[in-house]
C-alpha cells in the first residue's frame, strides 16, 4: 500500500509594479504637481510625483547604462543603500579635508539636510512598488546621489536658482523629462517675476554643463567620497558655473532669491 505524499502548497508572491518600465506618462498629474511645486519650492514631495509621471522608463535605461559601464556591474552586484551610508555619523566624520565627502559633511552642516531626510520625502505617497527589483535601487541610488552632485556642480541648495540649475544638469545627464520640466518651470516663473532672463541663463547653463561632463551616475560613490573634490571635478569635466555665480548676484541685489 502506497502512501501518498502531500505536496505543499506554495503562495504566489505578490505582484508590484516594476519601476522604471512604465510607458505611459501622466501629464495631468505632472503639471498639477509642478504648480504645487512652484508655489511652495520647500515641497519636495512634488519633485517625486513629477518624477514618477514623467520619467516613464527612464530608470531601466539608466540601470541597464550602468551595467555597461566600467565598474558598473560591481556597484550593481553590491547593490549598496546610500542613503544609509551617507546617514552613519560615523562615515561621515571620517572623510579628510578637502575630499568630496569632507565637503558633503560641510554641505550636511549647513543645510541641515539628511540622506534619510529625503529618502523619507520620496516615500511620502507609500507608492506600491517591488523594493527588491534593481531598477528599484537604483531610483534609490539616484535619489541618493542629489545632493552630491550639489557638492561637485557648485550649484548650491538655494531655492529656487540653485536647485533650477542642478535639475538642468541632472536632465542633461539623465534624460528624465521630469527634471527638464521642474527646470523650465522655474525658468518661467524667475522671467514673470524678475522681468530678466538671468535665471533662465543660469539654468541653461546648467544643462550644458551636464551635457559635457561625464556620465555622473556611473560613478562608484563610496570610493568618489575620498578622492580630493578638485580632482574629481577635472576628472568628471564639471564646468564651474559662472553664469549660476552672476544670477547668484543679481537676485541678491534685487532681493528676489526667494522669487
Known sequence: ????????????????PVPGIA??????????????LLQDGNDTVQVFRIMRAL???????????????????????RRTELAELFSDPDYVAGFAPGTVGAVYREFLR?????????????????VPHDPEHPYAWFGRRERDIHDIWHVLTGYQADEPLGEACLVAFSYAQTRGLGWAAIALGASLKARRVTGRWTFARAVIEGYRNGKRA??????????????????????????????????????????????
Open 1 to 16: 500500500m502506497s502512501a501518498t505524499v502531500a505536496q505543499p502548497q506554495l503562495s504566489q508572491p505578490q505582484t508590484l
Open 23 to 36: 510607458t505611459r506618462r501622466d501629464w495631468k498629474g505632472a503639471w498639477i504637481a509642478l504648480r504645487k
Open 55 to 77: 520619467n516613464a522608463g527612464n530608470g531601466a535605461m539608466n540601470y541597464h547604462r550602468l551595467l555597461d559601464a566600467p565598474g558598473g556591474g560591481r556597484i550593481a552586484f
Open 214 to 259: 561625464r556620465w555622473l551616475s556611473g560613478e562608484d560613490y563610496e570610493l568618489l567620497m575620498h578622492e580630493p573634490i578638485d580632482r574629481v571635478r577635472k576628472r568628471l569635466g564639471i564646468p564651474y558655473p559662472v553664469l549660476y555665480r552672476r544670477a547668484q548676484a543679481e537676485l541678491a541685489e534685487t532681493g528676489k532669491t526667494g522669487l
Open 110 to 126: 549647513r543645510t541641515g539636510y539628511s540622506a534619510m531626510g529625503l529618502a523619507e520625502v520620496s516615500q511620502a505617497d507609500n
